[in-house]
C-alpha cells in the first residue's frame, strides 16, 4: 500500500467536524442509571491490553473489507470507560490466579493463589485450609442472595480465571487430584480445584458451567465421548457425581459435551466442550464446538429464568493462549470471538436492569509499532526501518516462541517471511524481536534465546 493512500472524504474538515458532533451528542445524550441492577455479567479478556484491543479493533474492520483504522468493536461504544492498576502482593506482575481473587473477590493476593489471602505462601496446603484466609467470590455472595450464577470460559472450567469464582486453593495448577499428589500433598487433604468445583459450596451450587476441562472431572482409567483418557488417580467420575447431586437435591440438571447437546441445557446444566482447553475459534469444528457467543446466549437463557437476577462470569480465555505462543493471529481472533459474545448478551439484555463490564486481567508483550500506511493489514511489514534499513512487522512480542537467531549483530531479514499468515500462518510468527547488544560473547543455538544474565539491566551507569 503506498504511503500517500487517503481514506475518501477523510482530507477535509467537514468529515471530522461532523464526527465530533456526532460523538459529543451521542455522550451528552447519555443518562446515569442510577437504579440497582437485578443483573451482572462479566466479561474477561484474559491477557487483553490496550495493545491487543488497538490490534482486534484493526483486525475486525478489515475483517469487513474496510481500512480498519476507524472501525470499532463493541465495548469500544460502551458509555463508560476507565483504567485499573494490575499487580499481586508479592508480584510486579500479576498472574490469572490472584487477578481472579482480586477482581471477583476485591482481596489482592499472592501470584498462583486462588481464593485465598496473601497470608498463604504458593503451595501452602495447610495453610489453605484455614478459613480465616478464604476470600468468597461475588458468586457466593449471589447465591447467598438467593440470585442464579454461571461461568462461561474458553479455557478449563478449572483454569485460573474461572476457578477464582468458587475455588480456595494455594497452587492455581492443582486441577485434579493428580497435580496435587505429584506436588507432594495429600489430595484428601487439600482438595483439587475439580473436586471443589463439584462438592464445594460455592461450586456445587452454579447454574451454568460451560467451558472445556473434561479430563481434570474423570478418572485415568477412562475416556470422554471423545476418546481422551481423564487425568483422576482417586477413580471418581465427577461429572456423574455432578449429575447425582443434582438429582438428589430434585434440581433439573443436564450435561453436554458438544454444540448439539447445548440445546437442550437445563436450570443446571454443565457443558465441557473439550479434554483440555476449547480450541481456537480458527481451529474449532463448526458443527461440534460451540462459540463463546453461543455459549453465552444459553448460559443467559437459563439464568434469566431466576426472578431475583443473576451473576455470570464469561472469560475469552484464550486470547492470553495466543498471546503466550506468539501467535498474534489467534489472539487477535479470540478478541474479536469476546466481542460478538458481548454483541450476543448487549442484544439478549437490557441496560436498565443488567449491569455489563468488560475488563482484563493483565497484558502482553505484544506492542505496535512504525507507522504503518493506512489500512495496512496488522500482520504485515509496517516499514523500513530508517537505523539500519531493515524491514519489521507492525505486530512485535518482546519474548516468547518464534525467535529466529539472526546472523548477530544484525538484525534478521524478514523480507521473505509470511506476514500474512495465509496459507501455513500457523507455521510462521508474523513479527521478530529486534536484537541489538553485545551478540558476539553471547551468541547461541537456533533455538536459545540471548543469555541477558551478565547485561546491565538497569542502565544505571550507561
Known amino acids: 500500500m503506498k504511503d500517500d493512500y487517503m481514506p475518501r472524504n477523510m482530507d477535509g474538515q467537514e468529515h471530522w467536524e461532523k464526527a465530533a458532533w456526532m460523538q459529543l451528542r451521542s455522550t451528552l445524550n447519555v443518562m446515569p442509571i442510577v437504579s440497582k441492577a437485578k443483573n451482572a455479567i462479566l ?5 487483553m491490553s490496550l495493545t491487543t484491543v488497538t490490534a482486534a479493533r484493526i483486525y475486525s474492520g478489515q475483517m469487513k473489507g474496510k481500512d480498519g483504522e476507524e472501525s470499532s468493536i463493541i465495548f469500544d461504544k ?8 494490575t499487580y499481586s502482593v508479592n508480584k510486579q506482575v500479576s498472574d490469572s490466579a490472584s487477578t481472579a481473587t482480586a477482581y471477583l473477590g476485591g482481596v489482592k ?7 485465598l489471602t496473601a497470608a498463604v505462601k504458593r503451595g501452602d496446603c495447610l495453610a489453605s485450609l484455614n478459613q480465616s484466609t478464604h476470600v468468597h467470590s461475588m458468586l457466593k455472595w449471589a447465591q447467598d442472595a438467593g440470585m442464579s450464577t454461571g461461568i462461561v470460559t474458553t479455557t478449563r472450567v478449572t483454569h485460573a480465571s474461572p476457578a477464582g469464582g468458587y475455588a480456595h486453593i494455594a497452587e492455581r495448577n492443582w486441577e485434579n487430584d493428580n497435580d496435587v499428589a505429584k506436588a507432594g500433598k495429600d489430595p484428601k487433604v487439600c482438595q483439587d480445584i475439580a473436586m471443589q468445583l463439584i462438592t464445594g459450596e460455592t461450586g456445587r451450587n452454579l447454574n451454568v458451567i460451560l467451558g472445556g476441562g473434561r479430563r481434570n472431572f474423570l478418572p485415568r482409567t477412562s475416556t470422554d465421548e471423545e476418546f481422551e483418557r481423564g487425568k483422576r488417580r482417586d477413580g471418581k467420575n465427577l461429572i456423574k457425581q455432578w449429575l447425582v447431586d443434582k438429582s438428589n437435591r430434585r434440581m433439573k440438571n443436564k450435561y453436554v459435551w458438544d454444540k448439539k447437546g447445548l440445546i437442550f441445557a437445563d436450570n443446571f446444566s454443565t457443558g465441557l466442550f473439550e479434554s483440555s482447553h476449547m480450541r481456537y475459534h480458527m481451529e474449532m469444528n463448526e458443527k461440534t464446538d ?21 451473576i455470570l462470569f464469561v472469560e475469552g480465555g484464550r486470547i492470553d493462549h495466543g ?8 489472539a487477535l481472533d479470540e478478541t474479536v470471538q469476546m466481542a460478538e459474545a458481548v454483541a450476543v448478551v448487549s442484544a439478549a ?4 436492569d443488567t449491569l455489563m463490564l468488560v475488563t482484563a486481567d493483565h497484558s502482553h508483550t505484544m506492542t505496535i509499532s512504525g507507522y504503518s500506511p493506512r489500512g495496512n493489514s496488522i500482520f504485515d511489514a509496517a516499514g523500513i526501518s530508517n537505523v539500519d534499513g531493515m524491514l519489521y512487522t507492525t505486530l512485535s512480542y518482546a519474548n516468547g516462541p518464534g525467535y529466529k537467531n539472526p546472523k548477530l549483530p544484525r538484525k534478521l531479514d524478514i523480507r521473505r517471511d509470511d506476514f500474512e499468515q495465509s496459507d501455513e500462518w500457523m507455521d510462521d ?3 521478530f524481536v529486534s536484537s541489538r547488544g553485545k551478540a558476539s560473547s553471547k551468541r547461541k543455538s537456533k533455538c536459545q534465546r540471548h543469555d541477558i544474565s551478565e547485561d546491565n539491566l538497569g ?4
Open 459 to 462: 542502565m544505571l551507569e550507561s
Open 109 to 115: 493476593t499472592n501470584t498462583g493463589l486462588l481464593g
Open 290 to 310: 460451540p462459540t463463546l457467543a453461543e455459549m453465552t446466549e444459553v448460559a443467559i437463557d437459563i439464568l434469566k429464568k431466576n426472578p431475583n437476577g443473576y
Open 429 to 431: 510468527v508474523a513479527s
Open 78 to 85: 460502551f458509555p463508560y470507560v476507565g483504567l485499573s492498576k
Open 43 to 47: 466479561f474477561l479478556g484474559d491477557g
Open 349 to 352: 439484555t437490557s441496560e436498565t
Open 323 to 330: 498471546h503466550h505462543d506468539t501467535k498474534a493471529h489467534l
